[in-house]
């Protein structure tokens, strides 16, 4: 089990706004994730990270950044929110040492509207 | 063909019954397995995962993985309505590192 914060866990939003996402871990998970889900639909990998100062670009195109600073916290910056950005934003983690498992936890999710 | 492919749903099953979601991957080199309960409009919650041969069981759960076949399946035994949700199977694919591949989710309904 992990826990996993995100906040806010709903946000509307207008066109045009910076928003950032946030989303930490207090339980030392060196890697972190990112995914995108639309009610009804699959989840889709937007970005990554396996530390600190290490982030990549996941399988699903994103406007969105992120940075990895500190191992607990993991942000995701959109710079001008638009209404196709309105999803279902998910953090997940990894604890270190998983071996061959790489078992993800999720945390509660960021319900976006961008009108 | 996608990397991971689930029976599409939505899977209808009476209270008590065994309720059944396959999950196939194309990557023969993966090495874990996954399944995950997701309710509406909550975030997925791990059930269970396997990465031998064989049966796997937690409670009510039964995780089956044939890699020979490349197919892993996830039994639920006296199915109850709080088991409807969409079950997600998720494969660690080798050439991926550690990221999990998602299928698209069975959408599970259990009938009183």
């Known amino acids: 089990e992990a826990d996993i914060y995100q906040t806010p866990r709903y946000l509307v939003i207008g066109t045009g706004k910076k928003i950032t996402l946030e989303c930490s871990q207090t339980m030392g998970h060196d890697k972190m994730y990112w995914y995108q889900q639309d009610p009804g639909m699959e989840l889709h990998l937007i970005h990554y990270s396996y530390g600190v100062n290490s982030t990549e670009k996941g399988d699903l195109s994103s406007e969105s950044t992120v940075s990895r600073i500190r191992t607990e916290h993991f942000p995701l910056t959109l710079e001008s929110a638009r209404p196709s950005h309105t999803s279902q934003y998910l953090c997940?983690?990894?604890?270190?040492?998983?071996?061959?498992?790489?078992?993800?936890?999720f945390g509660p999710g960021t319900r976006l509207t961008v009108l | 063909q996608k990397e991971v492919e689930q029976n599409s749903g939505p899977l209808s099953v009476p209270e008590g019954a065994i309720a059944s979601l396959n999950c196939t991957y194309s990557d023969r080199g993966s090495q874990s397995f996954f399944w995950y309960r997701q309710y509406s409009g909550k975030s997925p919650e791990l059930i269970m995962f396997i990465y031998s041969n064989g049966d796997k069981e937690d409670g009510r759960f039964t995780a089956q993985l044939n890699k020979a076949s490349q197919y892993v399946s996830l039994l639920i035994r006296d199915s109850q309505p709080s088991d409807s949700a969409t079950y997600l199977c998720?494969?660690?694919?080798?050439?991926?590192?550690?990221?999990?591949?998602f299928g698209e989710g069975t959408q599970l309904t259990v009938n009183p």
């Open positions: 998720a494969v660690n694919i080798e050439t991926s590192g550690s990221r999990l591949t």
């Open positions: 997940a983690s990894t604890p270190p040492f998983s071996g061959s498992t790489d078992t993800q936890y």
